[in-house]
Nanobody
Framework: VQLVESGGGSVQPGGSLRLSCQVS????????LGWFRQPPGDEREGVAR????????LIADSVKGRFTVSMDKAKRLVYLQMDSLKAEDTAMYYC???????????????????WGQGTQVTVS
């Protein structure tokens, strides 16, 4: 399984970015795909997740109403749309995957077996 993030960059407060995660190597079964972020000197936190079987999504309270997650199965892409960005959204953003249904603890890094290299988002 390989995950490759793209779409990061620098943006002013109030702006938008859309991150992409190119997924390869997953089977046709149900998988859980998550987005995490890690600010400098801080822990990695779950931002959003999507279940590839039914497409159900969950968004962390910290970004609810501003971020959303979606996927294009045909292109094997998972997106994180980020609107109304704030300085505190500055972080390295990671895509993660696991070969099972999303768990109730989807926001924990231990729930995912596969990780991308990350893409930097800077809001200033």
């Amino acid at each position: 399984v390989q995950l490759v993030e793209s779409g990061g960059g620098s943006v002013q407060p109030g702006g938008s970015l859309r991150l992409s995660c190119q997924v390869s190597g997953l089977t046709g079964g149900t998988n859980c795909l998550g987005w995490f972020r890690q600010p400098p000197g801080d822990e990695r936190e779950g931002v959003a997740r999507i279940d590839t079987r039914g497409g159900s999504i969950l968004i962390a309270d910290s970004v609810k109403g501003r971020f959303t997650v979606s996927m294009d199965k045909a292109k094997r892409l998972v997106y994180l749309q980020m609107d109304s960005l704030k300085a505190e959204d500055t972080a390295m953003y990671y895509c993660a995957a696991d070969l099972r249904v999303c768990s109730i603890s989807w926001y924990r890094t231990a729930e995912y077996s596969y990780w991308g290299q990350g893409t930097q988002v800077t809001v200033s």
